[in-house]
């Protein structure tokens, strides 16, 4: 395989330079703009890194579930998961944190990147419950850059357009569990109770 294994072999391989627009729209601070990204987005991806390993989170809820505390602070609720808990043990070890907001229906996908430490302030809790209850924890997330991502990825894949793939055809839960465990779980029961687990109640 024939690498790229300098900077200067990269960048001579990249030799446009950035648009004033691809710059411009990254800044350290939430704008106007960019928190109605944040109010609008029901899904975002938090990114982070650790002695385990890397990690990439998706996280959903409610559009707006992302609280915009001021323009350099988010708030993000950690509600009921499978207790693996990845993201939360990497941010204990390095605090580096990126997310990034999808909207559907909308091409722009929201970019931050910052630190991020894990509250257990009761009131806090209090203030992000959810059908009476508070989440785990929530992250607090200080912004150290922020900027939108033009919509050609988004386009480009028909993300929000008609399916391309049946998903009827894909492995089930169920399988993939079965395969990957090489058969100490039970694939068929699992698929059986998951449509039940899955209407109940995230929080």
Known sequence: MTRIATLEALEALYTAT???????KEVAALT???RALIA???????????PGGLDASPRGDAPGFVR??????LALPDRRGNNRIDSLRNIV?????ALLFLIPGSGTTFRVTGTAAISVDPDLLASFAAAGRPPRSVLIVTVTSAYFQCPRCIVQSGLWGPPAIDPRTLPTGGA?????SAGRVNGAAYDAANP?????TPW
């Open 176 to 180: 993939l569990l079965a395969e990957a």
């Open 32 to 34: 106007p703009g960019y």
């Open 196 to 200: 039940e687990a899955a209407a109940g």
């Open 18 to 24: 950035p648009s004033a627009a691809a710059t411009l």
């Open 93 to 97: 070890a390095d605090s580096r944190v």
């Open 68 to 73: 915009v505390l001021d323009d350099r602070t």
């Open 40 to 50: 609008a987005s029901p899904f975002c991806i938090l990114a982070t890194s650790g």
